[in-house]
């Protein structure tokens, strides 16, 4: 795979945190996910993956675009925490629980049975499986509202970076 990266710290009025782009300039084939009875192309040829690493919040979030520039799906993942490696790369820690919004408003939840494994077998403690399930609750009641702003700044974070590629 071919591919260009950017990244920065941004703090504005409406987000505080980093951000990274990842150009898929080429790829051995494409790469595509099922949700129920669609099939996704998530990664392809002049693909874009930007992942937002909010400050202080337990998520991130990660849009891929297709060669068009339209988003393809909005991929949250739930974590403990977001941070910074001493390389300077943005990680997160993850909780298990995703939720993929796609352009049409559909709403996929994902993965609830990593995270019951993952307590019954002692990887998180009840704490953690707590925080997850109410970041989940959380962030779905803003998503439907259309308040979950991360969504809205997606393009905007697009083309600042891509500008650094």
């Not at 790829?27 to 595509?32: A, I, R």
């Not at 494994?117 to 002692?122: H, Q, S, Y």
Request: net charge negative; proline share 2%; hydrophobic share 35%.
């Amino acid at each position: 795979m071919e591919r260009r990266y950017a990244q920065s710290y941004l703090e504005t009025g409406s987000y505080k945190g980093h951000v990274t782009l990842l150009e898929i300039s080429k790829v051995t084939e494409p790469l595509h996910v099922t949700y129920d009875d669609k099939n996704i192309c998530i990664a392809d040829d002049g693909y874009l993956w930007l992942q937002q690493f909010p400050s202080d919040k337990h998520h991130s979030v990660t849009t891929m675009f297709d060669a068009r520039g339209k988003v393809v799906q909005w991929y949250i993942d739930i974590c403990y925490m977001n941070g910074v490696g001493e390389n300077n790369i943005p990680w997160m820690d993850d909780l298990y629980l995703d939720i993929i919004i796609l352009p049409s408003g559909e709403i996929v939840q994902k993965d609830a049975d990593e995270l019951e494994e993952a307590l019954r077998n002692g990887t998180i403690d009840k704490q953690l499986y707590d925080m997850a399930w109410e970041e989940s609750a959380r962030v779905n009641a803003l998503v439907k509202h259309g308040e979950f702003y991360l969504l809205k700044l997606s393009e905007e974070h697009k083309d600042f970076l891509s500008n650094r590629l």
